[in-house]
Each structure stands twice: as C-alpha cells, then as structure tokens.
C-alpha cells in the first residue's frame, strides 16, 4: 500500500509554526478542524473536548473500537533550528514532536475516511501532554466515554533510532512521574551584612546538590529512579541576598513503592534546609503521570506482526524514564504506545531538534496497514 505522505509533511509544517501551551492549543485545534471538515463527512463524527478533539471514523459493520491517540501541546523552549517553518511563537516550539504526531494522525485518519474497514476508529487528539496533563480528564469526559474504544494506541517519535524503525516491548515502556516545585522564604538583605540574612540562594544550591543523594543512596540499586531539577530561580540583584528561591524539577521511578520513598526522602531533606537554614518551605508535586503500561498480548501480536510483515525494522527496546499521560489511558484500556525513529542528533526537549520527516510516511504505512489487520 503505498502512501503519499507530502500532504501530511506540509500540515507538520503548519503546525510546527504554532506551538501551544497546555489547554492553549487554540489555532492548534481551529487549524485541525479546518482540515477535518475539509474532509468527506459521511463516515465521520467529530467532537471537541476543551482544546482537543474526537474524532469517530464509522467502520462498515463495527463489533468494537479502536482508538488512536496524538498530543497536541509545545514546550516553552526559545526554537534554534534553522528550518523555514520555525515557531511563529516566541518562547515556544514543538521539541517533543507532536506536530510530527497529530500530523500523522491526520494521515491515518485521512486514510479510513477513503478506505472504509469494519471496525470503528476513534481519532484522539490530546491536549496538554506536557503538562498539567489532558489524558485524565479527557478520560472522565462524556465526549470519551461516547466514543470509548476497546483498544488504544500511539507512538512517540525517538531521535536516537533511524527512519524505518520502531522500537517498544510489552509491559513498562514508561516510568511514573511526579512534578516538583519547591519554594523557599528567607529573610532578604544586603550583600555586605550576610549575618543578618537567610540567603535562599545558598538555600537552594545545597538542597539542589542534596537532592542528588535521594536515588544513589535511598533507591536499591537494582531499581530506577530520577530526580531532576531542571530550573532554580532566586534573587534579584547581584549585591542583595535573595529572600526567595525556587527549585523545579521531575520525579521519575518504575513503582509507585520508589516514588513515595523519593517523596518521603524530598520532604526530610526539605525540612534539613527550613531547619538549617532558618527559612520556611513550600512543596508541590504538580501534574504525576502513571506509568505507560504496553499490553503484553497486544504489543507481542504487534511485534510479530511487524516483523512478519516487514512493514519497519523492530528494535525490542529498554524502558525509558520519559513520562506520557498516554499511560492514563493504557491503564483503562489495553493498547501500548511505540517508538518511531526520526533520526536526529537532538533529543526530545532540546532547542535544535529536527525529526527527520521521513518518519511521517513511515508512521502512516505502519499504522494504516495495522488497523487494516486489526479492523477488518
Ligand atoms: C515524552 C516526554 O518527554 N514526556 C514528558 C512528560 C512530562 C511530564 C511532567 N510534566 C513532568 O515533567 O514530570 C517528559 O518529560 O518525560
């Protein structure tokens, strides 16, 4: 089955050039109707959710569902490609690839519309995968739970594997995740009279380092854990001693047992510095994803499936400490999600990502061809 994937090359563009928020993915979503009721309508069934969409494409004698889901949302990231279709909105950039994603789900669903199978596939267009997290509400939603499929999928594009693969393996693909954010209130003061001051910078630098102990010397070597701090910010001037400072950051484990021990960890440490410090603190663990969970009997079938077919190249990879909301679903719904290669020396959330396109029409042949198997 051949497919012509330049029409879904130039949509990625598009949307590569509109980068949104979280539950901001307004042009986003007016720039997918568009194209949507720009489609022949007798098959399908659209409906909006907040920033996302669903969208029903109707199979000729449906016994069940299947769903397909795409994340919507960029990343605050100042864009430093070179492309010709960079970020129209300063400060943010699709780097995790869901331009790449929802562009390729246009592909498929563009697909079904032409060539009609038996089952019914649902078309999921998630918003705020980054965060504060789209999966879980979008689940208790009525507009879901009317279309409600049997069995859900998504990929994640991987710039480390080239174009032509995928990667995954059955069971944990993904690791459970916590966000942390954590405030610290000193006394502020001049520079040249430090004893009369807490100074949360200094504050901040040791827990910062403190922090790094949590999983060398609480977690049993043999399981993994994360902890991150991505940002610190305090103080507002060079010679004033900062009275506030704030340290963001990730959790990332495989059980639920290691998060609550990082947790327990974070806060004893984080009580060490109001202590020693003479400061006050404030923790917040923000958006948690639950781990991604691959159907064993569903990723096997599709494993074999594709080694048989020889529709890409199977990599059977390790779990990754990335976190998705997809997992939310694969939690209610078997299903799995897998690794599509893009072929690029910048990784996920870096300012020079460049997926290599090639991978749309890769994406599109795999996942067309599957549903044909799967819906017929
Ligand atoms: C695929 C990917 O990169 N996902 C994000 C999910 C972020 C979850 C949440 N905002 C957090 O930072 O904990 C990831 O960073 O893995």
């Not at 939690?331 to 996920?348: H, K, Q, R, S």
């Amino acid at each position: 089955m051949g497919v012509d994937a330049l029409p879904f090359i130039k949509i990625r563009r598009e949307l590569h050039k509109i980068p949104e928020p979280g539950f901001k993915e307004f042009k986003t979503q007016r720039f997918l109707l568009d194209y949507l009721n720009g489609l022949p309508q007798e098959r399908m069934e659209i409906k909006t959710w907040r920033t996302g969409i669903l969208v029903k494409v109707r199979g000729s004698n449906p016994s069940k569902r299947l769903g397909y889901r795409a994340d919507m949302d960029g990343l605050p990231i100042t864009e430093e490609t070179s492309c010709e279709f960079r970020s129209t909105h300063p400060g943010f950039m699709h780097a995790c690839g869901h331009d790449m994603h929802m562009a390729i789900a246009l592909g498929v669903l563009t697909h079904f519309v032409e060539n009609q199978v038996k089952d019914d596939l649902i078309f999921i267009f998630q918003p705020a995968e980054e965060g504060p997290g789209g999966a879980q509400p979008m689940l208790a939603s009525k507009e879901f739970q009317d279309f409600q499929p049997d069995a859900i999928f998504a990929l994640h594009i991987a710039p480390e594997y080239p174009v032509g693969t995928v990667a995954l393996k059955p069971g944990i693909l993904f690791a459970n995740t916590s966000e942390l954010f954590i405030d610290l209130k000193g006394k502020g003061g001049h520079a040249a009279f430090p004893h009369t001051a807490n100074d949360m910078v200094i504050a901040a630098a040791h827990l910062a380092t403190q922090l790094q102990s949590i999983v060398s010397r609480n977690i049993d070597p043999l399981d993994s854990a994360v902890v991150t701090i991505g940002k610190i910010e305090g103080g507002t001037k060079q010679n004033i001693i900062a009275e506030k400072a704030r340290l963001e950051g990730t959790i990332r484990t495989l059980s639920m047992e290691s998060m609550q021990k990082v947790k327990s960890r974070i806060e004893a440490l984080v009580r060490g510095t109001e202590a020693g410090f003479e400061c006050s603190a404030a923790i917040d663990y923000g958006a948690n994803y639950c781990q991604v969970y691959n159907d064993e009997t569903l990723t096997r079938e599709f494993m074999d499936w594709v080694q048989e077919s020889g529709v890409a190249n199977l990599i059977e990879c390790k779990t990754a400490m990335t976190g998705e909301d997809f997992g939310y679903f694969l939690a209610e719904i078997p299903g799995f999600l897998f690794w599509l290669g893009v072929n690029t020396p910048y990784g996920l959330h870096h300012a020079r990502i460049e997926p290599d396109e090639g991978a749309i029409e890769v994406a599109i042949r795999v996942l067309t061809q599957y549903f044909t198997f799967k819906a017929s």
